[in-house]
């Protein structure tokens, strides 16, 4: 048969002639050495390939999250809070203790047994990718402290709860002051919660290596301390910034609307000029009292930028100067020069911004100015009123025992002229205890006439 036939003639089988039995040509079936040394290359070139490829991912994850790893909370000076003292402390996390909320969590007022008060920010369980990408905000905050920054007490990570304890900072944030839900602020502290700020945004960006981007400044992340002192807070979008020859970090868009620097919008590169565009948009509301951004359900777009720049560029800053400033001597002068900082932070191209060191400097120098401004126009003044009043001493005098204010008197003496009333040329007043007009010395013969508690 046809099949028997193939069967017995190796030679013709197609399976036999790859693979040749060992009564055919008396071969092994092992592979030849050729065959093992091309299958070791192959494999060799594989595993070098997938350990290049995961040198590369780490790379770049590290170059993107700046991922701060094989460090011990332990170790740093930061205090470890039980989740037991936290519950007590706010009540079991009661609405009465919640003093504000965001994308990130629920920030919690927290009263402690020995009377410390701290702000409790309670994560959302989707906050954090990992409890290490938690842990490695708690590394990075720990190194961030400054006057001008919210300080980071301590840390809880119990029961899958992710936790951070910030200082407590009373008189909450500049949004409360903007929108009105507070007392207006003065002229002079609006100035000072501007230069607080800035330090505290230049610290992050200059006073830390790496340096650190905030992403989300705006007014309610200004917290105002005692003495009306800024304190930058929340940093749940905090990112490490460039390092070396590096002219950016590659980061998605997060932040808020409003705020958000149009080039990193467009480019998906953060830099810490990002910060600064947002900062520029904090100096408009300052002199403004208005929102960055109109109502989004508002048929009309409006943006604070759009609104307040015509006025700045002509330098006619009271078209836009919150009313509530009109209320108190106020100096024009300085309040343009803050509108036109703000307008230089927020120029289309980022390197043409300037550094948060130099608007902190640029803000004091014009505070200096319009202090030494201030203390000339009063000097002045004290010099015209000086002379005013030596004019007026000469040709006036008070009687404010009985209620007077100066009046001018015509040469040597005063006329007082009525129908019913007679007229003397006054010499002396003399008052009794009890502040009543006791007896008037009249007359210009020297003569002296009397009368009784006028």
Excluded at 78 to 95: C, D
Excluded at 178 to 204: D, F, M, S
Excluded at 257 to 279: M, N, R
Aim: proline share 4%.
């Amino acid at each position: 048969m046809r099949s028997r036939s193939l069967l017995s003639s190796p030679s013709s089988s197609p399976l036999l002639t790859e693979f040749e039995t060992p009564t055919t040509k008396g071969t092994s079936w092992f592979p030849s050495k050729e065959l093992w040394a091309a299958f070791l290359v192959t494999l060799a070139g594989m595993v070098a390939g997938v350990v290049l490829f995961t040198c590369l991912k780490r790379q770049r994850s590290k170059k993107g999250k700046r991922s701060l790893k094989g460090f011990n909370l332990k170790k740093l000076d930061l205090r470890k809070f039980h989740w037991e003292e936290l519950q007590k402390a706010t009540q079991s996390f009661s609405k009465e203790c919640l003093v504000g909320s965001g994308a990130f969590g629920n920030v919690y007022r927290g009263l402690f047994d020995d009377e410390q008060v701290f702000a409790i920010k309670k994560s959302h369980f989707d906050s954090y990718q990992s409890i290490q990408e938690f842990r490695n905000e708690v590394e990075l905050l720990s190194r961030v402290k400054h006057s001008n920054l919210v300080g980071l007490v301590g840390y809880c990570e119990e029961r899958n709860q992710k936790i951070l304890v910030y200082e407590y900072v009373p008189h909450g944030s500049l949004l409360d002051y903007i929108v009105g839900r507070r007392e207006p602020l003065t002229w002079r502290q609006r100035v000072n919660i501007a230069i607080g700020a800035a330090k505290g945004i230049a610290h992050l960006h200059e006073g830390v290596k790496p340096s650190i981007i905030h992403r989300d400044i705006k007014p309610s992340n200004i917290l105002i301390g005692e003495g009306f002192e800024a304190k930058v807070s929340d940093f749940g979008l905090v990112k490490s910034g460039p390092i070396g020859d590096e002219s950016h970090v590659s980061s998605q868009i997060k932040g808020t609307p409003g705020y958000l620097d149009p080039s990193y919008c467009a480019s998906y590169h953060l830099t810490p000029f990002s910060d600064v565009y947002s900062f520029g948009i904090i100096l408009l509301q300052l002199i403004t009292a208005r929102p960055a951004v109109g109502n989004p359900r508002s048929q009309s777009r409006y943006h604070i930028v759009d609104w307040a720049r015509p006025s700045l560029e002509r330098g006619n800053v009271a078209d836009i100067i919150d009313a509530n400033l009109l209320r108190e001597p106020c100096n024009m002068e300085m309040m343009l020069k803050m509108g036109q900082l703000g307008l230089k932070c927020i120029v289309k191209s980022p390197k043409s911004r300037p550094t948060m060191i130099q608007v902190v400097k640029e803000l004091e120098e014009a505070l200096e100015d319009t202090m030494l401004s201030f203390e000339c126009k009063q000097e002045q003044r004290v010099s015209s009123n000086e002379s005013i009043d030596h004019k007026e001493e000469a040709l006036s005098f008070s009687i404010n025992g009985i209620g007077l204010e100066k009046f001018p008197a015509e040469n040597d003496g005063f006329s007082i002229n009525n129908a019913n009333m007679q007229c003397f040329d006054v010499n002396s007043v003399i008052f009794s205890e009890r502040d009543d007009l006791k007896r008037i010395n009249v007359g210009t013969d020297g003569a002296h006439h009397n009368t009784s508690n006028v």
